[in-house]
């Protein structure tokens, strides 16, 4: 992994005038006051994921209510057994949030244009590496896309069919599979009912988070985008992470037919579970040689967060996956010095920011990565 040095004083500067603008209140546009801060303005819902001394992480929620008053949830993963949840009221000091609680962490907020500034226990910008990570988004309506028992069981079948996404809209009805490696199949109650063409040729924008496939065949061109973004289907109401639109023309048509709906990409539900290491490339691994036993990954699908253990350290992050692949992004650490350190930044730099094919198969989870790396997962008990 590269590291690129960065001169430490001016890396600091610049984070705290990032911190002091955003907090402020200031509109950069023209140098006037933000509107007043007041309890109006602030209530809602935000979240985020803290850094933490000895543990993964603090999944900590707070609800900012209009009258003043606040509930909090705060869980340290790996340490919690539930989370510990908190009601209050809450003033406004200025440019400042500040929670009417004893406890000297997490008490005092600034606004910040989609979210809250953590502050420190005395009401100032927290600095260092770990200073973007003290941010709370807001939430909205959308964020909220949970997966339902009917939802579970679709995916579950579209899995079995090997299918890794699917989409549907209505008025007109129409319906969407692709499989990566197989193909795409297009219905429709229209004038052109289906088409069905090879794997589409795969392109990814570059700053956004829209994918668009591709294929054309002697029938006809299939092109299907998807975006993501908040996406309720009109008949059932229910919620989806992504939008998509297809376009479809025939080679004896002179014009595309565009639809447009909700998809998801399939997902094995299974995943979602605490998995240990034992076999790492041909090496079996044994707990002995860990301080803190085998290395764990645990994943949660709708957080699309995974969370765990080195065997010393703990790690967090986030992953994505797109049907039978999964990508883990960047990982953040504990700093604890252990024995076996070698293995653990082996481990790190095996599955960081990576991409894997799993499966799983009675209790154990097989990855095995673009760059050759294999690992196998055991299911706890």
């Excluded at 998809?263 to 490339?281: H, K």
Aim: proline content about 4%; some cysteine.
């Amino acid at each position: 992994m590269k590291r690129h040095r960065r001169t430490p004083i001016l890396v600091g500067l610049t984070v705290i005038t990032i911190i002091f603008t955003l907090a402020s209140g200031w509109a950069a546009a023209n140098g006037e006051p933000a509107a007043e801060l007041t309890p109006g303005s602030v209530q809602g819902r935000y979240e985020g994921y803290l850094p933490c001394a000895d543990c993964p992480g603090i999944e900590y929620k707070l609800w900012l209510s209009a009258d003043g008053t606040f509930s909090e949830s705060v869980f340290y993963t790996g340490r919690s057994v539930q989370p510990a949840v908190r009601k209050g009221t809450y003033t406004v000091e200025g440019d400042i949030l500040v929670l009417d609680k004893s406890e000297a962490g997490l008490k005092y907020f600034a606004p910040l244009p989609h979210g809250l500034q953590v502050l420190d226990i005395h009401g100032r910008p927290i600095t260092g590496n770990l200073s973007r990570r003290y941010i709370l988004t807001r939430k909205t309506e959308s964020d909220d896309v949970m997966l339902t028992n009917e939802t579970l069981l679709l995916m579950r079948k579209k899995l079995d069919q090997g299918i890794d996404f699917y989409a549907f809209g209505n008025e007109p009805s129409w319906s969407l599979d692709i499989d990566f490696e197989k193909g795409m199949w297009f219905k429709s109650l229209t004038d052109l009912p289906e088409m069905n063409t090879p794997p589409g040729r795969e392109d990814k924008a570059q700053d956004a988070d829209v994918t668009r496939f591709f294929a054309q065949t002697e029938a006809g061109t299939l092109i299907a985008t998807v975006s993501r973004g908040e996406c309720r289907d009109a008949m059932s109401g229910e919620r989806f992470p992504f939008k998509a639109r297809v376009d479809v023309k025939r080679s004896v048509d002179a014009d595309y037919s565009s639809f447009e709906g909700c998809g998801r990409y399939v997902m094995d539900s299974r995943l979602n579970d605490i998995w240990v290491l034992t076999l790492f490339g041909d090496r079996k691994l044994e707990a002995q040689d860990f301080r803190k036993g085998l290395p764990v990954l645990e994943f949660h699908l709708n957080e699309n967060r995974v969370v765990g253990s080195t065997g010393c350290n703990q790690i967090s992050g986030k992953f994505e996956t797109r049907g039978n692949r999964i990508t883990i992004g960047q990982l953040d650490t504990t700093r604890m010095a252990c024995p076996n350190m070698a293995f653990e930044q082996e481990f790190l730099s095996a599955v960081t920011g990576e991409t894997f094919h799993y499966a799983i198969d009675a209790g154990r989870l097989m990855l095995t990565g673009d760059n050759g790396v294999v690992l196998e997962l055991r299911k706890t008990d």
